[in-house]
């Protein structure tokens, strides 16, 4: 267990632990045959998001719940933030914002596992890579 301080409950810096956490389950559970890719996937798809919102809350930009990755980037876009992909990059990994747990869906195949986690991956490098969010990517 890491022994650094957690951050303030609901600050750019706890949505940015969370989502390094879930990317850091999605690296367990590729490795682990006994884990069904849905479920990975799903842990990516929650990095991503987290990490969306780690940057719209160090730019006070206030967001609805949701798991919309459209909604989320469209509002990136308005407030003219810097953000890596394009709204139907990040927007592919919506659909796995339910899969994960789901029991009645098609297995995913390596492909879309391997595409999800690389979505998931530079999402967490450039949510920001500058400002006060900067030190809590390396950490």
Known sequence: MNAS???????PHSWLAHAKSDLRITQIC????????????????QAAEKAIKA??????IRFPRTHDFGELI???QQHAVMWPFAPDEVEALS???GRGIQTDTDPLS???VTEAISLAETS???APTSGSLSSALKS
């Open 5 to 11: 301080p957690s951050p303030p409950a609901g600050s």
């Open 124 to 126: 967490l490098i450039f």
């Open 95 to 97: 659909p796995f914002a």
């Open 30 to 45: 590729r490795s682990d045959s006994g884990v069904l890719p849905n479920q990975t996937v799903f842990h990516a798809q």
């Open 74 to 76: 469209v509002l990136i």
């Open 110 to 112: 390596e492909n879309e």
């Open 55 to 60: 940057v719209l809350l160090e730019h006070k």
